[in-house]
């Protein structure tokens, strides 16, 4: 029941926006009062209460998985980290990862025994939680909670749908999350476009599958960027940063493509989930790919490269020569504050209609990622390990661990001065983003980052900021067309048999999916041929497609009941 009353009271919070004429998704979390809103704004930073953990240094291993979007020079020397430590008492180990590699590192690790103190930011699904929290690998943390909880209690009462969230079906918490009530986060399935060179060809913004391809056309013939050469790239994504995926946004005009939660290419019609990887609309969206990369307007390195490639078209030349690319941030792409400022020289492409002209935007209103904070039940400081993982939650922590120094990369804000919601403003940026650095751990670690605080940054310079940029193409061009919230697919959690099952079939289901995809692109196979699409579908079901469609119905059936 409390499944069914969470799924019920977000439906009910998006219908009231709406029937406002207010199509943000996300304004504040469901469940929270304007009495805690009001607390939360007027109270810069948390009682520290607690601190130091412990009166003499203790140390705690702690794997951890860098990230591109975190851009971290040394977390061992970072000031944060020196920062958490002299409040904390704590001195940690660190054991740095590839990011990407959290799956195979953290299985590596169970399996040679010699576990770290945390996880953290290994992106332990609820799954792996269920699995090896039943095993007695990861410890439970419900009693750790309920006496040392300060600040995860209080994320529970100001944001009441997480504690569901990351509960196991057994009724156990092994893993903390890091939140993210991100307004633009919950609509960042988009695509960017180089709008100096729309002007130059005067152009309008494409609305429709068509119009785009005639736009990439212009932009690969008539010479956008003005050097004389053709050697502008019309569109590019990656294979590894954030929604830079290519079946994101470019399939959404065909079928719709939820990119989200681990429900990947999944569909949720009148509570029946159903596979689009396999219908009609994906083969049209896979024609359009493949007529894209036919007429040289899609850059076929984006099959196979890192963010980095896509970054070098837009910076790492005297003339820009990238004119459209998916991600969810013009940033992923373009050096934020970086002198050429080709960051600011993109805009955010409205959904494309396509053959049914419909327009949809992909919804994922469900802002956390689970598993950012996972404990081995091997620790001798169980509730050292959990009071340091908890602290983080605590508004000061979070924003120097998101952010940086208090002062130099930002400060509160004084009377008067206003959020990017337009209420009273709580913090201001005093240093953006950029390249890499040490001086806070982007988004690494089980933060709290809540609407309020999101949408409590001040909005002063509108057009070089780069969350009220993301704020206002969000709520301008996507937000109009997203998706109904009764077709989106709730994060699920899964019995240890189900889970078990689950990832067998995902990693073989998901590297055929791939692999066609690109073959079907690049013509090594015939997307016009019915024999060939015909043989594509028998072979997804022989790899158990069927059996995974079932799995998610069943612990989709068990959470709405």
């Not at 690998?137 to 009693?143: A, G, R, S």
């Not at 929604?243 to 429900?263: I, R």
């Not at 004119?323 to 600011?344: P, T």
């Amino acid at each position: 029941m409390l499944y069914k009353f969470w799924f019920i009271a977000i439906l009910l919070s998006s219908l009231a926006l709406g029937a406002c004429g207010d199509t943000q998704p996300d304004v504040a979390p469901e469940g929270s009062t304007e009495a805690q809103v009001e607390t939360q704004a007027e109270s810069p930073a948390s009682s520290a209460e607690g601190l130091p953990l412990t009166d003499e240094i203790i140390t705690l291993k702690m794997m951890i998985q860098e990230s591109d979007s975190n851009r971290v020079e040394d977390f061992a020397t970072n000031e944060f980290t020196k920062w958490y430590e002299e409040q904390t008492n704590v001195h940690v180990e660190w054991l740095v990862i590839p990011e990407g590699e959290s799956e195979q590192n953290l299985q590596l690790a169970l399996a040679g025994g010699e576990l770290p103190d945390v996880f953290l930011n290994m992106d332990v699904t609820p799954s792996n939680q269920a699995i090896y929290g039943e095993q007695g690998i990861f410890l439970p943390l419900n009693d750790l909670i309920e006496q040392y909880g300060i600040h995860t209690k209080a994320m529970f009462e100001e944001s009441p749908l997480i504690k569901n969230r990351i509960t196991t079906p057994a009724g156990e918490i092994y893993g903390l999350p890091h939140v993210n009530e991100c307004y633009h986060c919950t609509l960042s399935q988009r695509a960017w476009i180089n709008k100096p060179w729309l002007d130059a060809l005067d152009l309008e913004m494409p609305e429709t599958t068509e119009e785009l391809f005639e736009v990439l056309k212009a932009f690969k013939e008539q010479d956008p960027n003005g050097n004389g050469e053709a050697d502008e790239i019309p569109l590019a994504s990656a294979t590894n940063r954030w929604n830079t995926n290519l079946d994101g946004f470019m399939m959404a005009p065909f079928v719709y493509s939820e990119q989200f939660n681990n429900n990947r290419y999944l569909l949720l019609e009148d509570g029946t989930i159903s596979s689009a990887i396999n219908t009609d609309g994906w083969r049209e969206g896979l024609r359009y790919l493949n007529r894209l990369h036919e007429a040289g307007l899609l850059e076929e390195e984006s099959f196979t490269q890192s963010n980095d490639y896509m970054r070098s078209l837009a910076e790492e030349s005297d003339i820009n020569q990238l004119g459209m690319a998916i991600a969810g941030g013009n940033a992923v792409f373009s050096q934020i504050k970086g002198e050429s400022g080709r960051w600011l020289e993109y805009v955010v492409i409205p959904p494309l209609a396509g053959p049914t002209g419909e327009r949809v935007t992909a919804f994922n209103p469900y802002g956390l990622e689970p598993g950012q904070c996972v404990i081995s039940a091997k620790t001798e400081h169980p509730e050292l390990a959990f009071r340091w993982c908890d602290g983080l939650y605590e508004r000061e922590a979070t924003l120097r661990a998101n952010l940086g120094r208090e002062g130099e990369d930002w400060r509160w804000a004084e009377e008067g001065e206003v959020g990017i919601n337009g209420e009273s403003a709580i913090w201001k940026r005093l240093l953006a983003y950029g390249d890499k650095h040490n001086f806070h751990w982007g988004h690494a670690g089980n933060t709290y980052r809540s609407n309020a605080l999101r949408l409590g940054e001040t909005a002063d310079n509108p057009t070089e900021n780069l969350e009220v940029i993301l704020y206002n193409e969000t709520k301008t061009k996507m937000a109009p067309h997203v998706q109904s919230l009764d077709k989106i697919i709730p994060p699920l959690v899964f019995d240890v048999e189900q889970a078990a099952e689950l990832a067998e079939l995902r990693q073989t289901i998901t590297d055929y999916i791939r692999e066609m995809e690109l073959r079907f692109i690049l013509g090594e196979a015939d997307i016009n041929s019915d024999t060939a699409w015909e043989e594509y579908r028998v072979t997804l079901d022989s790899l158990g497609l069927n059996r995974y469609v079932e799995i998610y119905q069943a612990a989709y059936n068990v959470q709405v009941e």
